[in-house]
Protein backbone atom coordinates (compact mmCIF):
# COMPACT_ATOMS: atom_id res chain seq x y z
CA UNK A 1 0.00 0.00 0.00
CA UNK A 2 1.19 3.26 -0.81
CA UNK A 3 -0.01 6.74 0.62
CA UNK A 4 1.54 9.06 -1.41
CA UNK A 5 1.37 8.29 -4.85
CA UNK A 6 0.09 10.66 -7.24
CA UNK A 7 -2.13 8.65 -9.45
CA UNK A 8 -4.14 9.47 -12.55
CA UNK A 9 -7.03 8.97 -14.63
CA UNK A 10 -4.12 6.79 -17.07
CA UNK A 11 -3.07 5.10 -14.37
CA UNK A 12 -6.11 3.43 -14.02
CA UNK A 13 -7.13 3.31 -17.56
CA UNK A 14 -4.03 1.56 -19.22
CA UNK A 15 -5.05 0.56 -23.13
CA UNK A 16 -3.18 -2.86 -23.82
CA UNK A 17 -3.82 -6.34 -24.33
CA UNK A 18 -5.22 -9.41 -22.62
CA UNK A 19 -5.58 -11.40 -20.42
CA UNK A 20 -4.19 -10.07 -17.85
CA UNK A 21 -3.32 -6.84 -16.36
CA UNK A 22 -0.35 -8.02 -14.05
CA UNK A 23 0.25 -11.06 -15.91
CA UNK A 24 0.46 -9.92 -19.25
CA UNK A 25 0.70 -6.22 -19.45
CA UNK A 26 2.95 -5.57 -16.57
CA UNK A 27 5.60 -8.04 -17.19
CA UNK A 28 5.23 -6.45 -21.01
CA UNK A 29 6.20 -2.99 -19.67
CA UNK A 30 8.70 -4.32 -16.99
CA UNK A 31 10.35 -5.81 -20.41
CA UNK A 32 10.24 -2.77 -22.20
CA UNK A 33 11.70 -0.80 -19.32
CA UNK A 34 14.52 -3.29 -19.17
CA UNK A 35 15.67 -2.93 -22.57
CA UNK A 36 15.15 0.66 -22.16
CA UNK A 37 17.63 0.62 -19.60
CA UNK A 38 20.55 -1.70 -21.97
CA UNK A 39 19.95 1.22 -24.32
CA UNK A 40 20.15 4.09 -22.25
CA UNK A 41 23.46 2.68 -20.96
CA UNK A 42 24.83 1.96 -24.49
CA UNK A 43 24.97 -1.67 -23.59
CA UNK A 44 22.27 -3.55 -25.85
CA UNK A 45 24.76 -3.85 -28.67
CA UNK A 46 26.95 -5.90 -25.92
CA UNK A 47 24.38 -8.37 -24.85
CA UNK A 48 24.85 -11.97 -25.92
CA UNK A 49 22.69 -14.00 -23.54
CA UNK A 50 19.31 -13.21 -21.78
CA UNK A 51 17.33 -15.29 -19.51
CA UNK A 52 14.08 -13.91 -17.77
CA UNK A 53 12.73 -15.76 -14.14
CA UNK A 54 9.47 -15.62 -13.64
CA UNK A 55 8.54 -16.19 -9.88
CA UNK A 56 5.42 -16.96 -7.95
CA UNK A 57 1.82 -16.18 -9.32
CA UNK A 58 3.75 -14.99 -12.33
CA UNK A 59 5.03 -18.46 -12.70
CA UNK A 60 1.95 -20.54 -11.33
CA UNK A 61 -0.27 -19.07 -14.00
CA UNK A 62 2.13 -17.56 -16.13
CA UNK A 63 1.76 -19.83 -19.41
CA UNK A 64 -2.28 -19.60 -19.19
CA UNK A 65 -1.97 -15.74 -18.72
CA UNK A 66 0.84 -15.19 -21.68
CA UNK A 67 2.92 -13.82 -19.12
CA UNK A 68 6.00 -15.62 -21.72
CA UNK A 69 4.52 -14.13 -24.71
CA UNK A 70 4.18 -10.60 -23.17
CA UNK A 71 7.69 -10.54 -22.10
CA UNK A 72 9.18 -11.55 -25.49
CA UNK A 73 7.10 -9.13 -27.50
CA UNK A 74 8.61 -6.17 -24.64
CA UNK A 75 11.89 -7.63 -25.30
CA UNK A 76 11.33 -7.02 -28.99
CA UNK A 77 10.32 -3.40 -28.56
CA UNK A 78 6.89 -3.74 -29.35
CA UNK A 79 4.69 -1.87 -27.49
CA UNK A 80 0.97 -3.06 -26.07
CA UNK A 81 -0.84 -0.18 -27.03
CA UNK A 82 0.21 0.25 -30.94
CA UNK A 83 1.16 -3.82 -31.02
CA UNK A 84 -1.37 -5.61 -34.06
CA UNK A 85 -2.82 -7.87 -31.84
CA UNK A 86 -3.63 -10.38 -34.82
CA UNK A 87 0.58 -10.83 -35.20
CA UNK A 88 1.05 -12.02 -31.41
CA UNK A 89 0.88 -15.72 -32.87
CA UNK A 90 3.22 -15.35 -35.82
CA UNK A 91 5.89 -13.48 -34.48
CA UNK A 92 5.99 -15.69 -31.01
CA UNK A 93 5.90 -18.43 -33.85
CA UNK A 94 9.15 -17.07 -35.23
CA UNK A 95 10.83 -16.57 -32.10
CA UNK A 96 10.30 -20.06 -31.18
CA UNK A 97 11.49 -21.94 -34.49
CA UNK A 98 14.40 -18.90 -35.43
CA UNK A 99 15.34 -19.51 -31.68
CA UNK A 100 16.62 -16.05 -32.29
CA UNK A 101 15.24 -12.68 -30.17
CA UNK A 102 15.74 -8.98 -31.97
CA UNK A 103 16.36 -6.86 -28.90
CA UNK A 104 14.36 -3.23 -29.46
CA UNK A 105 14.15 -4.27 -33.13
CA UNK A 106 18.03 -4.17 -33.17
CA UNK A 107 20.19 -6.18 -31.89
CA UNK A 108 19.76 -10.27 -32.37
CA UNK A 109 20.77 -12.54 -29.95
CA UNK A 110 20.08 -16.59 -29.77
CA UNK A 111 16.92 -16.91 -27.72
CA UNK A 112 15.01 -20.15 -26.78
CA UNK A 113 11.90 -19.63 -25.09
CA UNK A 114 11.49 -22.57 -23.77
CA UNK A 115 14.99 -22.30 -22.16
CA UNK A 116 15.83 -19.09 -21.49
CA UNK A 117 12.22 -18.20 -19.94
CA UNK A 118 12.26 -19.66 -16.94
CA UNK A 119 8.86 -20.83 -14.55
CA UNK A 120 9.92 -20.46 -10.61
CA UNK A 121 7.03 -22.43 -9.47
CA UNK A 122 7.84 -23.04 -6.23
CA UNK A 123 9.96 -19.66 -5.50
CA UNK A 124 8.69 -16.48 -3.93
CA UNK A 125 10.08 -13.09 -3.74
CA UNK A 126 8.98 -10.92 -0.59
CA UNK A 127 7.93 -7.73 -2.03
CA UNK A 128 4.92 -9.22 -4.18
CA UNK A 129 4.34 -12.44 -5.52
CA UNK A 130 4.53 -11.14 -9.18
CA UNK A 131 7.94 -10.87 -9.72
CA UNK A 132 10.51 -11.03 -12.70
CA UNK A 133 14.41 -11.26 -13.07
CA UNK A 134 16.28 -9.81 -16.52
CA UNK A 135 19.75 -11.39 -16.28
CA UNK A 136 22.01 -10.69 -18.99
CA UNK A 137 25.52 -11.89 -19.94
CA UNK A 138 27.78 -9.31 -22.15
CA UNK A 139 30.25 -9.88 -24.53
CA UNK A 140 32.94 -8.61 -22.46
CA UNK A 141 32.20 -11.01 -19.74
CA UNK A 142 30.39 -8.60 -17.27
CA UNK A 143 26.53 -9.81 -16.14
CA UNK A 144 23.64 -7.83 -15.21
CA UNK A 145 20.68 -8.17 -13.53
CA UNK A 146 16.97 -6.04 -12.74
CA UNK A 147 14.01 -7.38 -10.78
CA UNK A 148 10.85 -6.02 -11.52
CA UNK A 149 7.26 -6.20 -9.77
CA UNK A 150 3.95 -6.15 -11.49
CA UNK A 151 1.71 -5.04 -8.87
CA UNK A 152 -1.76 -4.88 -10.48
CA UNK A 153 -3.42 -2.79 -12.94
CA UNK A 154 -0.15 -2.84 -15.39
CA UNK A 155 1.95 -1.02 -12.52
CA UNK A 156 5.37 -2.07 -12.38
CA UNK A 157 7.77 -0.90 -10.18
CA UNK A 158 12.06 -1.83 -10.04
CA UNK A 159 13.27 -4.01 -7.11
CA UNK A 160 15.39 -1.05 -6.27
CA UNK A 161 12.22 1.29 -6.18
CA UNK A 162 9.97 -1.39 -3.88
CA UNK A 163 10.81 0.10 -0.67
CA UNK A 164 9.59 3.60 -1.52
CA UNK A 165 7.61 1.66 -4.08
CA UNK A 166 7.46 5.24 -6.01
CA UNK A 167 6.32 5.99 -9.93
CA UNK A 168 9.34 7.89 -11.49
CA UNK A 169 6.87 9.95 -13.91
CA UNK A 170 4.40 10.62 -10.71
CA UNK A 171 7.18 11.60 -7.97
CA UNK A 172 7.31 15.34 -8.58
CA UNK A 173 3.75 16.18 -9.71
CA UNK A 174 2.38 18.44 -7.29
CA UNK A 175 -1.85 18.61 -7.07
CA UNK A 176 -4.03 20.66 -5.90
CA UNK A 177 -6.08 18.50 -4.56
CA UNK A 178 -4.15 15.60 -3.07
CA UNK A 179 -6.15 12.55 -2.52
CA UNK A 180 -5.60 9.69 -0.08
CA UNK A 181 -8.95 8.30 1.34
CA UNK A 182 -12.64 8.86 0.75
CA UNK A 183 -12.79 11.57 3.59
CA UNK A 184 -10.26 13.99 1.58
CA UNK A 185 -12.53 13.39 -1.63
CA UNK A 186 -15.34 14.65 0.16
CA UNK A 187 -12.93 17.13 1.76
CA UNK A 188 -11.90 18.75 -1.27
CA UNK A 189 -15.60 18.48 -2.68
CA UNK A 190 -17.28 20.19 0.08
CA UNK A 191 -14.58 23.18 0.17
CA UNK A 192 -14.57 24.28 -3.51
CA UNK A 193 -17.93 23.26 -4.55
CA UNK A 194 -16.79 21.03 -7.47
CA UNK A 195 -18.19 17.75 -8.24
CA UNK A 196 -15.95 14.71 -7.80
CA UNK A 197 -14.79 14.67 -11.76
CA UNK A 198 -14.00 18.07 -11.88
CA UNK A 199 -11.58 17.40 -9.01
CA UNK A 200 -10.45 14.76 -10.94
CA UNK A 201 -10.09 16.98 -13.79
CA UNK A 202 -8.15 20.01 -12.29
CA UNK A 203 -5.60 17.45 -10.64
CA UNK A 204 -4.71 16.22 -14.21
CA UNK A 205 -3.78 19.04 -15.52
CA UNK A 206 -0.67 18.44 -13.23
CA UNK A 207 0.17 15.94 -15.73
CA UNK A 208 -1.05 17.79 -18.90
CA UNK A 209 -3.75 20.20 -20.74
CA UNK A 210 -7.41 19.98 -19.97
CA UNK A 211 -7.74 19.51 -23.87
CA UNK A 212 -5.01 16.54 -23.63
CA UNK A 213 -6.91 14.89 -20.73
CA UNK A 214 -10.62 15.44 -22.42
CA UNK A 215 -8.73 13.73 -25.78
CA UNK A 216 -7.02 10.77 -23.68
CA UNK A 217 -10.19 10.11 -21.87
CA UNK A 218 -12.38 9.95 -25.28
CA UNK A 219 -9.60 7.50 -26.27
CA UNK A 220 -10.49 4.93 -23.47
CA UNK A 221 -13.80 4.86 -24.45
CA UNK A 222 -13.56 4.54 -28.06
CA UNK A 223 -11.29 1.81 -27.29
CA UNK A 224 -13.92 0.53 -24.71
CA UNK A 225 -16.62 1.12 -27.31
CA UNK A 226 -14.79 -1.27 -30.17
CA UNK A 227 -14.36 -4.05 -27.44
CA UNK A 228 -17.31 -4.43 -26.79
CA UNK A 229 -18.76 -4.20 -30.51
CA UNK A 230 -15.79 -6.56 -31.57
CA UNK A 231 -16.37 -9.08 -28.53
CA UNK A 232 -20.77 -9.13 -29.46
CA UNK A 233 -19.23 -9.75 -33.28
CA UNK A 234 -17.10 -12.89 -32.55
CA UNK A 235 -17.31 -16.11 -32.62
CA UNK A 236 -15.82 -19.00 -32.14
CA UNK A 237 -13.82 -21.00 -29.12
CA UNK A 238 -11.29 -19.33 -26.49
CA UNK A 239 -7.30 -19.92 -26.76
CA UNK A 240 -5.95 -22.05 -23.99
CA UNK A 241 -7.16 -25.44 -23.89
CA UNK A 242 -10.42 -25.27 -21.77
CA UNK A 243 -12.48 -25.18 -25.23
CA UNK A 244 -14.81 -22.32 -23.69
CA UNK A 245 -17.10 -21.47 -26.14
CA UNK A 246 -17.75 -17.17 -26.62
CA UNK A 247 -21.41 -16.57 -25.59
CA UNK A 248 -21.86 -12.53 -26.40
CA UNK A 249 -21.89 -13.53 -30.38
CA UNK A 250 -24.82 -16.17 -29.79
CA UNK A 251 -26.08 -13.51 -27.00
CA UNK A 252 -26.23 -10.88 -29.19
CA UNK A 253 -27.51 -12.47 -32.34
CA UNK A 254 -30.60 -13.83 -30.06
CA UNK A 255 -31.31 -10.17 -28.72
CA UNK A 256 -31.06 -8.79 -32.30
CA UNK A 257 -33.46 -11.94 -33.62
CA UNK A 258 -30.54 -12.80 -35.70
CA UNK A 259 -29.74 -9.17 -37.38
CA UNK A 260 -26.19 -8.48 -37.84
CA UNK A 261 -25.12 -4.23 -37.69
CA UNK A 262 -22.11 -3.27 -39.55
CA UNK A 263 -21.34 -0.03 -36.77
CA UNK A 264 -21.79 0.46 -33.80
CA UNK A 265 -24.00 3.34 -34.09
CA UNK A 266 -26.33 1.48 -36.28
CA UNK A 267 -26.32 -1.61 -33.42
CA UNK A 268 -26.93 0.67 -30.73
CA UNK A 269 -29.80 2.43 -32.48
CA UNK A 270 -31.07 -1.36 -32.84
CA UNK A 271 -30.55 -2.42 -29.14
CA UNK A 272 -32.41 0.80 -28.00
CA UNK A 273 -35.41 -0.10 -30.48
CA UNK A 274 -36.24 -3.26 -28.36
CA UNK A 275 -37.18 -1.32 -24.96
CA UNK A 276 -36.66 -1.10 -21.85
CA UNK A 277 -37.68 -4.45 -20.16
CA UNK A 278 -35.69 -5.72 -16.61
CA UNK A 279 -34.71 -9.02 -18.46
CA UNK A 280 -33.90 -7.25 -21.78
CA UNK A 281 -31.58 -4.69 -20.42
CA UNK A 282 -30.04 -7.44 -17.59
CA UNK A 283 -29.25 -9.46 -20.52
CA UNK A 284 -27.79 -6.67 -22.32
CA UNK A 285 -25.47 -5.77 -19.73
CA UNK A 286 -24.18 -9.08 -19.20
CA UNK A 287 -23.80 -9.52 -22.87
CA UNK A 288 -21.38 -6.42 -22.72
CA UNK A 289 -19.50 -7.19 -20.29
CA UNK A 290 -18.60 -11.07 -21.62
CA UNK A 291 -17.81 -9.31 -24.96
CA UNK A 292 -15.10 -7.23 -23.42
CA UNK A 293 -13.66 -10.36 -21.55
CA UNK A 294 -13.93 -12.89 -23.97
CA UNK A 295 -11.60 -10.72 -26.67
CA UNK A 296 -9.84 -10.07 -23.58
CA UNK A 297 -9.68 -14.15 -22.63
CA UNK A 298 -8.04 -13.86 -26.90
CA UNK A 299 -5.52 -11.49 -26.34
CA UNK A 300 -7.47 -8.79 -27.70
CA UNK A 301 -7.23 -4.88 -27.73
CA UNK A 302 -8.63 -4.28 -24.04
CA UNK A 303 -8.42 -1.32 -21.03
CA UNK A 304 -7.51 -2.15 -17.39
CA UNK A 305 -10.43 -0.75 -15.83
CA UNK A 306 -8.65 -1.05 -13.16
CA UNK A 307 -7.28 -4.55 -14.49
CA UNK A 308 -7.69 -6.83 -17.17
CA UNK A 309 -9.47 -9.61 -15.53
CA UNK A 310 -12.16 -7.04 -14.20
CA UNK A 311 -11.82 -5.42 -17.76
CA UNK A 312 -16.01 -5.90 -18.45
CA UNK A 313 -17.53 -4.51 -15.88
CA UNK A 314 -17.36 -0.71 -16.43
CA UNK A 315 -17.22 -0.45 -20.28
CA UNK A 316 -20.77 -2.90 -19.67
CA UNK A 317 -21.82 -0.53 -16.93
CA UNK A 318 -21.05 2.82 -18.65
CA UNK A 319 -22.59 0.76 -22.10
CA UNK A 320 -25.64 0.05 -20.31
CA UNK A 321 -25.98 3.86 -19.28
CA UNK A 322 -25.17 5.31 -22.72
CA UNK A 323 -27.61 3.30 -24.23
CA UNK A 324 -30.56 2.89 -21.86
CA UNK A 325 -30.06 6.21 -19.72
CA UNK A 326 -29.34 8.58 -22.76
CA UNK A 327 -26.01 8.59 -21.84
CA UNK A 328 -24.64 9.41 -25.04
CA UNK A 329 -22.68 13.18 -24.31
CA UNK A 330 -18.72 12.89 -24.57
CA UNK A 331 -19.00 15.66 -20.89
CA UNK A 332 -21.41 12.58 -19.71
CA UNK A 333 -18.47 9.83 -20.47
CA UNK A 334 -15.99 12.17 -19.00
CA UNK A 335 -17.73 12.20 -15.63
CA UNK A 336 -18.15 8.65 -16.00
CA UNK A 337 -14.66 7.83 -16.42
CA UNK A 338 -13.36 10.21 -13.89
CA UNK A 339 -15.23 9.35 -11.59
CA UNK A 340 -14.22 5.75 -11.63
CA UNK A 341 -10.74 6.54 -11.90
CA UNK A 342 -10.35 8.68 -8.55
CA UNK A 343 -12.70 5.89 -6.90
CA UNK A 344 -10.39 2.83 -7.78
CA UNK A 345 -6.93 4.66 -6.99
CA UNK A 346 -8.04 5.26 -3.36
CA UNK A 347 -8.29 1.69 -3.74
CA UNK A 348 -5.04 1.11 -4.96
CA UNK A 349 -4.01 3.67 -1.81
CA UNK A 350 -5.58 2.02 0.52
CA UNK A 351 -5.53 -1.65 -0.54
CA UNK A 352 -5.03 -3.55 -3.57
CA UNK A 353 -5.54 -3.89 -7.03
CA UNK A 354 -3.78 -6.70 -7.64
CA UNK A 355 -5.44 -10.18 -7.26
CA UNK A 356 -2.16 -11.74 -6.34
CA UNK A 357 -2.30 -9.53 -3.34
CA UNK A 358 -6.29 -9.56 -2.30
CA UNK A 359 -8.11 -12.19 -4.58
CA UNK A 360 -11.17 -11.14 -6.58
CA UNK A 361 -12.57 -8.62 -4.44
CA UNK A 362 -9.53 -6.43 -5.92
CA UNK A 363 -10.46 -6.77 -9.17
CA UNK A 364 -14.32 -7.29 -9.47
CA UNK A 365 -14.87 -6.15 -6.02
CA UNK A 366 -12.97 -2.80 -7.30
CA UNK A 367 -14.13 -2.57 -10.61
CA UNK A 368 -17.71 -2.73 -9.37
CA UNK A 369 -17.06 -0.07 -7.15
CA UNK A 370 -15.61 2.62 -9.67
CA UNK A 371 -18.66 1.60 -11.57
CA UNK A 372 -21.40 2.24 -9.61
CA UNK A 373 -20.05 5.28 -7.88
CA UNK A 374 -19.74 6.71 -11.73
CA UNK A 375 -22.73 5.70 -12.56
CA UNK A 376 -24.35 7.26 -9.67
CA UNK A 377 -22.60 10.59 -10.56
CA UNK A 378 -23.87 10.74 -13.88
CA UNK A 379 -27.63 9.62 -12.55
CA UNK A 380 -27.20 13.17 -10.86
CA UNK A 381 -26.23 11.72 -7.44
CA UNK A 382 -24.88 13.63 -4.41
CA UNK A 383 -21.16 12.86 -3.98
CA UNK A 384 -22.05 11.19 -0.59
CA UNK A 385 -24.49 8.69 -2.66
CA UNK A 386 -21.75 8.47 -5.13
CA UNK A 387 -19.33 7.46 -2.44
CA UNK A 388 -22.17 5.03 -0.88
CA UNK A 389 -22.94 3.52 -3.92
CA UNK A 390 -18.95 2.47 -4.30
CA UNK A 391 -19.01 1.17 -0.46
CA UNK A 392 -22.58 -0.95 -1.39
CA UNK A 393 -20.70 -2.64 -4.18
CA UNK A 394 -17.25 -3.57 -2.49
CA UNK A 395 -19.47 -4.25 0.83
CA UNK A 396 -20.69 -7.45 -1.06
CA UNK A 397 -17.59 -8.43 -3.19
CA UNK A 398 -15.49 -8.69 0.13
CA UNK A 399 -13.52 -11.93 0.19
CA UNK A 400 -14.02 -12.90 -3.25
CA UNK A 401 -11.43 -15.22 -4.15
CA UNK A 402 -9.46 -15.72 -7.31
CA UNK A 403 -9.01 -19.52 -8.10
CA UNK A 404 -8.97 -19.41 -12.18
CA UNK A 405 -9.29 -22.91 -13.63
CA UNK A 406 -6.08 -23.63 -15.35
CA UNK A 407 -4.38 -20.43 -14.32
CA UNK A 408 -6.91 -18.75 -17.30
CA UNK A 409 -8.80 -15.62 -17.19
CA UNK A 410 -11.44 -17.89 -18.02
CA UNK A 411 -13.79 -19.47 -15.46
CA UNK A 412 -14.94 -18.02 -13.25
CA UNK A 413 -13.28 -14.63 -14.52
CA UNK A 414 -15.44 -13.80 -17.82
CA UNK A 415 -18.75 -14.63 -16.02
CA UNK A 416 -17.91 -12.59 -13.00
CA UNK A 417 -17.62 -9.45 -14.94
CA UNK A 418 -21.68 -9.65 -15.37
CA UNK A 419 -22.17 -10.48 -11.73
CA UNK A 420 -19.47 -7.15 -11.07
CA UNK A 421 -21.62 -4.88 -13.69
CA UNK A 422 -24.77 -5.71 -12.49
CA UNK A 423 -24.06 -5.34 -8.60
CA UNK A 424 -22.54 -2.16 -9.59
CA UNK A 425 -25.89 -1.08 -11.20
CA UNK A 426 -27.74 -2.20 -7.88
CA UNK A 427 -25.40 -0.85 -5.79
CA UNK A 428 -26.24 2.15 -7.67
CA UNK A 429 -29.80 2.36 -7.69
CA UNK A 430 -29.82 1.78 -3.90
CA UNK A 431 -27.74 4.60 -3.17
CA UNK A 432 -29.74 6.87 -5.10
CA UNK A 433 -32.94 5.80 -3.28
CA UNK A 434 -30.69 6.25 0.12
CA UNK A 435 -30.14 9.01 2.80
CA UNK A 436 -26.09 8.35 3.16
CA UNK A 437 -26.45 10.47 6.69
CA UNK A 438 -27.82 7.34 7.95
CA UNK A 439 -25.26 4.82 6.33
CA UNK A 440 -23.72 2.91 9.02
CA UNK A 441 -20.56 1.86 6.87
CA UNK A 442 -18.00 4.86 5.16
CA UNK A 443 -16.42 3.74 2.14
CA UNK A 444 -13.30 4.04 3.82
CA UNK A 445 -13.91 1.70 6.55
CA UNK A 446 -14.79 -0.96 3.90
CA UNK A 447 -11.53 -0.37 1.89
CA UNK A 448 -9.46 -0.94 5.34
CA UNK A 449 -11.43 -3.88 5.76
CA UNK A 450 -10.93 -5.27 2.35
CA UNK A 451 -7.17 -4.53 2.71
CA UNK A 452 -7.68 -6.82 6.13
CA UNK A 453 -9.33 -9.70 4.78
CA UNK A 454 -6.21 -9.69 1.63
CA UNK A 455 -4.40 -9.77 4.18
CA UNK A 456 -5.84 -12.76 5.75
CA UNK A 457 -7.04 -14.78 2.74
CA UNK A 458 -4.74 -17.83 1.79
CA UNK A 459 -2.53 -17.12 -1.17
CA UNK A 460 -4.61 -20.41 -2.63
CA UNK A 461 -6.89 -18.35 -3.60
CA UNK A 462 -4.50 -15.22 -4.84
CA UNK A 463 -4.47 -15.84 -8.40
CA UNK A 464 -2.43 -18.81 -8.13
CA UNK A 465 -4.63 -22.05 -9.42
CA UNK A 466 -4.10 -23.53 -6.11
CA UNK A 467 -7.28 -23.60 -4.47
CA UNK A 468 -10.76 -23.16 -4.99
CA UNK A 469 -12.94 -24.35 -8.65
CA UNK A 470 -9.16 -24.49 -9.91
CA UNK A 471 -8.36 -27.58 -8.33
CA UNK A 472 -12.47 -29.24 -7.75
CA UNK A 473 -13.38 -29.01 -11.61
CA UNK A 474 -11.33 -31.68 -12.85
CA UNK A 475 -10.55 -30.38 -16.40
CA UNK A 476 -7.89 -31.71 -18.83
CA UNK A 477 -5.99 -28.55 -20.67
CA UNK A 478 -5.40 -29.65 -24.00
CA UNK A 479 -4.12 -27.68 -26.95
CA UNK A 480 -1.94 -25.59 -24.48
Known amino acids: MNHHEAISVFDMFKIGVGPSSSHTLGPWRAAQQFIQQLIDQNKLELVLQLKVLLYGSLAKTGTGHGTDIAVQLGLCGDDPV ?82 TNAKKANKDVVLPFPINTSDDLLHWCRKTGLNIHEIVLENEMGWRSEAATKAGVLQIWEVMKNCIYKGCHTQGNLPGGLHVKRRAYDTNKRLLANKIYNNYEEWVAQIQAGGHR ?132 QIPCIERNTMGAIKAITASQLALQSTPDFAKVSLDAVIKTMWDTAVDMNSKYKETADGGLAINIPISLSDC
Not at 331 to 345: P, R, V
Open 82 to 163: TFDVNAIDSKIAAIKNDLQLQLAGQKIIAFDPSLDIEFLFTESLPFHPNALTFLVSFTNGEQFAETYYSIGGGFVVQEKDSN
Open 278 to 409: FNYILDWVSCFALAVNEENASFGRVVTAPTNGAAGVIPAVLQYFIVFCDGADDDKIMQFLLTASEIGSIFKKGATISAAMGGCQAEIGVSSAMAAAALTACMAGTQRQVLMAAEIAMEHHLGLTCDPIGGLV
